[in-house]
């Protein structure tokens, strides 16, 4: 079977005239551009205004101040009493008494007080009484009798001697017993016969009585 080919193809002369306009279009747009010299600038303009400010707002009207009112406290209102109190006890009178004046003591008259004066320092301290002799010569073996001996009594005796102003033994004590009443005898009646002392001083350098302590052993005579 066969077909017939129904397609138009373009004409040679309708395809010039197309070309023709669009050269003649292509044209015109660059001369226009030419003699303008370029694109036209679009400027946008801005519509500015001055605006004033607002005044400001006026000031407050002002404030009386407020004195504060002092309170008034009204009066206590105390009704009177309707009777009459009477006094208990009626007034005594009292008479002021006054007494005679006390004459003052003349000057050069009445008794003198005197001051007590204070005491004079001691110039050096005080010194008790001290042996002048041998203490170990107041006893001796020729002291120790026979009969002592023979009975062997020993033991040790403390005593205390009483010292005066000159240096002499006043009393004699036993404080320390040997156990036998002839022992503890011989022992004062000998130191106070035998021993002899310097006075004790006091504080001002003066001789005063004093003290003095011993103590000897009774032995059996070598």
């Not at 747009?29 to 694109?39: E, F, K, N, P």
Request: glycine share 8%.
């Amino acid at each position: 079977m066969s077909f017939v080919d129904q397609s138009r193809r373009p004409s040679p002369a309708s395809m010039a005239a197309v070309v023709g306009i669009h050269a003649a279009i292509g044209f015109a747009l660059v001369a226009g551009l030419t003699i303008s010299g370029g694109l036209p600038e679009i400027i946008n303009k801005m519509d500015v205004r001055d605006i004033p400010e607002a005044p400001p707002p006026p000031p407050p009207p002002p404030v009386d101040e407020v004195v504060p009112q002092e309170s008034v406290t009204p009066p206590v209102f105390v009704p009177q009493p309707k009777f009459e109190l009477k006094p208990i006890n009626p007034p005594v009178e009292t008479t002021e008494l006054i007494p005679p004046p006390v004459p003052l003591p003349q000057p050069g008259t009445g008794p003198v007080i005197e001051t007590p004066r204070p005491s004079p320092k001691p110039s050096f301290d005080a010194v008790a009484a001290k042996p002048r002799n041998d203490p170990s010569r107041w006893l001796t073996n020729a002291d120790y009798k026979p009969s002592w001996a023979r009975r062997e009594l020993t033991g040790l005796a403390k005593f205390r001697l009483e010292i005066s102003a000159n240096g002499k033994v006043t009393n004699c004590s036993v404080t320390g017993s040997t156990g036998h009443s002839e022992l503890d005898e011989a022992t004062c009646s000998l130191v106070t016969r035998r021993a002899r002392f310097e006075p004790a001083r006091g504080g001002s350098g003066e001789p005063v009585a004093g003290s003095y302590t011993g103590s000897v052993i009774w032995e059996l005579p070598e």
